[in-house]
């Protein structure tokens, strides 16, 4: 299937990648793992998506689809899953991720709701999914309290995911310069850790 890709995240990942932070890397290299395009080709073995439909690509492309986890739906695969970028598909041949034009994706492909705008949709393939995951392994829904530690990139999915699912949710960070941020994006509370004079809870504003 054949991607025309609109938007790309950009995640410390690609970074990661770039500078051969997690051991050698392959070059030459297209970063990126948060892609959201258009379906503009299918070849003939492709049912589940069709030509025009809107979709997103996250870390993976591939895996053995044969273990007892790619069974079961998950991306822990013990058979050894393909990355999106600088990865070795099946085939043998590197992979190349979402800094391009268009990229070719037969698995791991998930379709974008139309309320939803591609850009918004992209960093959600890969922050969205790190923090969405663990919340709903967990139970992260009503009657739950969740405590998010630090307010970056991740950090502001995970408080605005996690009152979605209805928990209540503390901000922890190191100061009270993110205090406004972090109670606009839901959090219930949030609490300065480095400095305990000037450390306190901070409801948020009453509606």
Known sequence: MLIDIKFGGICHLDIHQVREGWGEAIFPMVPGHEI??????????VTKYKVGERVGVGCLVDSC??????KAGTALCAGGAVQTCNGIGRDGEPTYGGY???VVVENFVVRIPDGLSLDVAAPLLCAGITTYAPL??????PARKVAVVG????????VKIAKALGAEVTVLSPSLRKKDDGLKL????????SDRRRSRSSPAPST
């Open 136 to 141: 709903k392994q967990w139970g992260g829904g």
């Open 100 to 102: 391009a034009t268009h």
């Open 36 to 45: 959201a395009g258009v379906v503009c080709e299918v070849g003939p073995g």
């Open 151 to 158: 307010l970056g990139g991740l950090g502001h999915v995970g």
């Open 65 to 70: 689809r044969e273990c007892e986890s790619c």
């Open 186 to 193: 839901g959090a219930d509370h949030y609490y300065a850790t």
